[in-house]
């Protein structure tokens, strides 16, 4: 599945993941391959994920790589998830 982070001032990441953690508003949520379509607000947390091959885009210097996770701060946001394409707009 593919996950593209864009914050304000630029795209942070693009680039195929098999699994993404989202500090959403009710509490954190994963999202697997063949998800559900879903629409979600985003609040201050960490936003997680493993990636399955190289990046086509990715501001490493934004992100903490722990255990084979990569991991990025934000202050809330909003996810779209449809047809196994993931967009987070983080501030």
Known sequence: MILEIVTPE???YRGKVK???LPGVK???QILENHAPI????EKGTLSFKESESPAV???EHFIQEKG???L???GGVVEQ???RIIVLAQ
Not at 39 to 42: D, G, I, K, T
């Open 10 to 12: 630029a795209i942070l």
């Open 19 to 21: 699994i993404v953690t």
């Open 27 to 29: 509490g954190s949520f």
């Open 39 to 42: 629409v979600s607000l985003l």
């Open 58 to 60: 990715f501001m490493q």
């Open 69 to 71: 996770e990569y991991a």
């Open 73 to 75: 701060p934000i202050e």
């Open 82 to 84: 449809k047809d196994n």
